[in-house]
């Protein structure tokens, strides 16, 4: 048996008719308390499995009616395999996988050089022709991708945060850029391509700085402050003459409040993309591992998108990305209201509360078997009961052992 901390222990309590007590004679379940006849007698003392019932069933349903009892109370106790949980997930997340890996690794392999090349002081526009045709083709993946989410979460395992994190802004302001013009596949193209160049200006911050584990100072922050105008400076530098892309790379760090840099512009001086380029930069930067931080939950993620709204980020396009992930981000572990228990692995519908679920244990506590997936867009008779948070923290949910 795998260790201990690997499984989540789970119970259910419930009173089920006696109509229903064969249908749990295969499930891990048992008689929460005391079945007792008015005479006193214990018919069915509590803690007896169900599943020892199965020769004597009959005999007891006839002897429960005969006492005038219609329903016993029962209540299931199982454990979920947390690594088998994420395995499935896995298996979930390949299956539904829009961009191929290999032009993800291709793309921060590039940037990654890139950046070398700046930090080297080499200048050399054919650097820049060559991510920004690396952006269009990434920007005519994501046009086509119902769901971006899935393949950030992939791409996450290289170390190389700025590469990868670009890669993922890419990505991500493209694809909120399709939702939200999609007649103008143009606006989607400069996400990407901005999305790939927008953080090349940290090349000329000290490394030091950017690394750095603890809180910066003051000057600290000023310095860094300034790659939004070092990449701006060095994509002219390299020909880039798109305006749109150039606002992204600029104006990825401003704030509707004006609160922002460099140009402190409030809502109506951003251009629509440094707003789109925004929501995916503090996105993913919230839910990547960096140096100084674990990733956040990105259900939690959600939640700072959302409370920043109006003052840091702009309302339309928090509410695209919120429509394409759902409350609930995959790989977020949830139980039904019918009790049963499954990871999110996306949203198809409009509801937000309403995502695909793989399910794992079913509303009888019984383990599913294969591949199993609700749609709750599609299926209204059953919704989201509450949130575990994700796979690896379903144990802070779930009551000690001794539940019997
Ligand atoms: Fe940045």
């Known amino acids: 048996?795998?260790?201990?901390?690997?499984?989540?222990?789970?119970?259910?309590?419930?009173?089920?008719?006696?109509?229903?007590?064969?249908?749990?004679?295969?499930?891990?379940?048992?008689?929460?308390?005391?079945?007792?006849?008015?005479?006193?007698?214990?018919l069915l003392p509590r803690g007896t499995e169900l599943a020892?019932?199965?020769?004597?069933?009959?005999?007891?349903e006839k002897n429960l009616r005969r006492w005038g009892i219609f329903s016993i109370p029962i209540i299931f106790r199982n454990s979920i395999n947390i690594q088998e949980m994420e395995g499935i997930l896995k298996t979930?997340?390949?299956?539904?996988?829009?961009?191929?890996p290999e032009l993800a690794r291709n793309t921060v392999e590039q940037v990654s050089n890139v950046y070398g090349r700046i930090v080297e002081g080499i200048i050399d526009p054919e650097d820049y022709a060559n991510l920004a045709n690396q952006g269009r083709t990434l920007a005519r993946e994501v046009a086509q991708a119902p769901q971006v989410m899935l393949c950030l979460g992939?791409?996450?395992?290289?170390?190389?945060?700025?590469?990868?994190?670009?890669?993922?802004?890419?990505?991500?302001?493209?694809?909120?850029?399709?939702?939200?013009?999609?007649?103008?596949?143009?606006?989607?193209?400069?996400?990407?391509?901005g999305g790939i160049l927008h953080d090349l200006g940290k090349a000329h911050v000290p490394r030091a700085i950017l690394n750095k584990p603890g809180p910066l100072t003051k000057e600290e922050f000023e310095i860094i402050k300034k790659h939004s105008e070092y990449g701006e400076e060095?994509?002219?530098?390299?020909?880039?003459?798109?305006?749109?892309?150039?606002?992204?790379?600029?104006?990825?760090h401003e704030r509707c409040n004006g609160e922002g840099?460099?140009?402190?512009?409030?809502?109506?001086?951003?251009?629509?993309?440094?707003?789109?380029?925004?929501?995916?930069?503090?996105?993913?930067?919230?839910?990547?591992?960096?140096?100084?931080?674990?990733p956040i939950d990105s259900r939690v993620a959600v939640s700072m998108m959302i409370d920043n709204t109006g003052t840091h980020f702009a309302p339309e396009v928090v509410r695209v990305l919120l429509m394409s992930i759902g409350l609930y981000?995959?790989?977020?572990?949830?139980?039904?209201?019918?009790?049963?228990?499954?990871?999110?692995?996306?949203?198809?519908?409009?509801?937000?509360?309403?995502?695909?679920?793989?399910?794992?244990?079913?509303?009888?506590?019984?383990?599913?078997?294969?591949?199993?997936?609700?749609?709750?867009?599609?299926?209204?008779?059953?919704?989201v009961q509450r949130s575990l948070q994700d796979v690896g923290k379903l144990e802070a949910y779930f009551p000690s052992k001794q539940a019997l």
């Open 1 to 42: 048996m795998p260790p201990e901390m690997n499984f989540a222990e789970r119970v259910t309590k419930r009173r089920i008719s006696l109509g229903e007590l064969r249908e749990y004679l295969s499930t891990p379940a048992y008689v929460a308390e005391d079945v007792v006849a008015s005479s006193g007698v214990v």
């Open 52 to 60: 020892a019932l199965v020769s004597s069933v009959e005999d007891v």
């Open 92 to 100: 979930a997340e390949a299956n539904l996988m829009r961009v191929d």
């Open 154 to 193: 992939r791409v996450r395992s290289w170390d190389e945060y700025t590469y990868v994190h670009s890669l993922n802004v890419a990505l991500l302001g493209g694809f909120l850029a399709s939702r939200l013009y999609p007649d103008q596949p143009d606006i989607a193209e400069s996400l990407s391509v």
């Open 234 to 252: 060095l994509a002219i530098a390299n020909g880039i003459t798109d305006v749109r892309v150039l606002s992204v790379v600029r104006g990825h």
């Open 261 to 294: 840099y460099p140009d402190r512009f409030t809502k109506e001086q951003i251009r629509k993309e440094a707003k789109i380029a925004a929501v995916a930069d503090v996105f993913d930067a919230l839910t990547a591992k960096r140096v100084y931080k674990e």
């Open 329 to 383: 981000p995959p790989g977020t572990a949830v139980e039904l209201s019918d009790g049963s228990l499954g990871a999110v692995i996306g949203a198809k519908g409009k509801d937000l509360m309403r995502p695909q679920v793989l399910l794992q244990i079913d509303s009888m506590g019984r383990k599913v078997e294969g591949v199993k997936v609700v749609d709750l867009s599609e299926d209204p008779s059953l919704y």
